[in-house]
């Protein structure tokens, strides 16, 4: 609690310094010449806030959000399945990993960013190519987890396995999948972030809705206000994406022990 | 006892390739072992000496470089897959921590393709015989190392194998928890009787339990260099048998033959 407290303190006292230092006329300007150039380049919270309000209460926002968080959605499950299965294969079967070890590591090293412009050619200005993005940004971070958590496997974990009678399929089913899966968590974190990034990255080199969509538009008119608007809208939603993946890891992970369980008989 | 041996590893030897094309290493060099249907052999020999390399060929985990495996005078192939009528129980620790306790008893059951609720049954009689009932739903890390130790036992046992392969499976309890395992071990044994090939460094423990106990030689190219017939009358119990005379000149008797190679095997891991 206390804990909470402490939290929303910084963020009042962040966006009071935030209000202070843009509001024209407030205080007298001290770096700029005019005062009102402070909210030029920074934004003002309350309007920040009035576009925010704004874009739900009209609605106007609901489709680029949509849009947006579908985008991220499918990047970051394509990502993910492609990351876990090739993930697995690779790790199970040391010849093929042997074999594709330089494209992978030549794959991952590349800016994949620069993509985006590619991909707008491949597939259009619609949702595929920021899809396409998030794919790529996503499959890595999985397939790296995926690929070392196999190979962390206990050997006597496999072998115990063997001797109590399970095939391969049970052996991939009941040992390797169940321990890789707390790596894959762990970089699932990092996945739903890479998926956003690569929907945004995507939607700004190009498209006609989405978040990132706005925040270009608005940047053409020098509409700072707008920028920050959709900045924070994404913060927000990629903060609900996390918790969410986070509620999801901590129902299937409950065999994990815990810091502070001292249960013990 | 019918007169083929449940487990025998005819003239093994076990080489393995050095490291960077550095010369091979022989762990365990034309040994022969075998144990009789309804045994309990126990090995004991020094640290380092390949004893879990012979348990590994054993359960059909590693093929020997030479040497054949017969389980009931059927040849073992490690290539085909793993000796089907053993339980193997580890000397770490092999439960799955993603499974709770009674999942992990019947995951022989499981992979057997056991029906649900006859697997659960099953389990909950074996959590009981070895003194974990109402555990079941306890994942690994929420329990001591002595339950754990039981829930691998169950797990092992429920399978109902004809035979079982023991590595150390108590060397990381405190003594008094082991005794007490010890003697629930000798009490679910002396049920059915099944053969057991039991390794251990502690010599104490292999008299206590064991029918027969056989003392490697120090490593490389270990191989039996003694065998000895315990014939302590049963039921025993570990912790009041270690008291009595003929348990004593049996332990004098084995360790004149144990000795020689513990201090070798000693002096050689000083060297290195």
Redesign the interface.
Same mark, same amino acid.
């Given at each position: 609690m206390r804990l909470r407290i402490l939290q929303v303190l910084i963020l009042c006292v962040l966006v009071g310094l935030w209000y202070i230092l843009t509001k024209p006329g407030l205080i007298p300007p001290f770096y700029f010449e005019q005062d009102n150039r402070a909210a030029f380049f920074f934004g003002e919270p309350q309007k920040v806030l009035d576009v925010i309000v704004n874009w739900f209460v009209t609605g106007d926002i609901f489709v680029h959000l949509g849009v947006t968080l579908l985008e991220t959605a499918l990047g970051f499950v394509i990502g993910a399945v492609f990351g876990l299965g090739i993930g697995l294969w690779l790790a199970l079967s040391p010849t093929a990993s042997a074999v594709m070890d330089p494209y992978i590591k030549g794959f991952n090293s590349m800016p994949r960013v620069v993509l985006a412009p590619i991909f707008a050619v491949w597939f259009g200005l619609g949702i595929w190519s920021k899809v396409a993005l998030g794919v790529t940004l996503v499959f890595f971070v999985v397939f790296f987890n995926v690929y070392q958590g196999v190979r962390e496997v206990s050997p006597t974990l496999i072998a115990n396995a063997r001797m109590l009678g399970a095939s391969r399929h049970q052996l991939l089913r009941s040992i390797y999948l169940p321990s890789a899966m707390s790596w894959v968590f762990a970089s699932l974190h990092n996945a739903v972030g890479l998926a956003f990034v690569g929907a945004v990255v995507g939607e700004y080199l190009g498209s006609a809705r989405g978040v990132g969509y706005l925040i270009l538009q608005a940047e053409g008119t020098f509409d700072v206000n707008t920028v920050f608007a959709g900045i924070i809208v994404l913060t927000v939603c990629a903060l609900l994406l996390d918790a969410a993946v986070g509620a999801v890891e901590g129902h299937l992970m409950t065999w994990q022990p815990r810091a502070s369980e001292t249960e013990k008989v | 006892m019918s007169s083929v041996p449940a487990l025998a590893l005819e003239d093994v030897t076990c080489r393995f390739a050095g490291r960077d094309g550095g010369p091979s290493y022989t762990a365990v060099a034309n040994s022969t072992l075998r144990v009789a249907e309804g045994e309990f052999v126990s090995v004991v020999g020094p640290t380092g000496c390949g004893k879990s390399t012979l348990l *590994?060929v054993a359960?059909g985990?590693l093929a020997p470089s030479s040497g054949a495996v017969n389980i009931f005078g059927e040849r073992l192939v490690a290539s085909q897959g793993? *000796?089907?009528r053993?339980?193997?129980m580890?000397q770490?620790?092999?439960l +799955?921590?993603?499974?709770?306790g009674i999942d992990n008893v019947i995951?022989?059951l499981?992979?057997?393709g056991v029906p649900r609720a006859e697997a659960r049954q099953r389990g909950e009689e074996w959590l009981r015989r070895v003194g974990l009932a109402g555990?079941g739903d306890r994942?690994p890390?929420? +329990?001591?190392g002595g +339950?754990r130790k039981r829930l691998a036992l169950a797990?092992?046992l429920i399978?109902r194998p004809d035979i079982l392969l023991m590595d150390e499976p108590f060397s990381a309890l405190d003594v008094q928890t082991r005794q007490l395992m010890e003697n629930e071990l000798l009490a679910l044994w002396a049920e059915d009787r099944k053969s057991v090939l039991f390794i251990t460094h502690d010599l104490e423990e292999a008299i206590a339990l064991s029918d027969r106990v056989v003392v490697l030689s120090a490593g490389p190219g270990t191989h039996p260099i003694g065998d000895f017939r315990i014939d302590l009358p049963r039921p025993r119990d570990v912790s009041e048998i270690r008291m009595t005379p003929a348990f004593l000149a049996l332990h004098r008797e084995i360790w004149g033959a144990m000795k020689e190679e513990v201090l070798k095997a000693y002096e050689r891991q000083r060297a290195a």
């Open positions: - | *590994n359960a985990l793993v *000796n089907r053993a339980g193997y580890f770490a620790d092999a +799955m921590p993603w499974r709770t995951a022989g499981d992979f057997r555990f994942y890390h929420q +329990m001591s +339950m797990q092992t399978t």
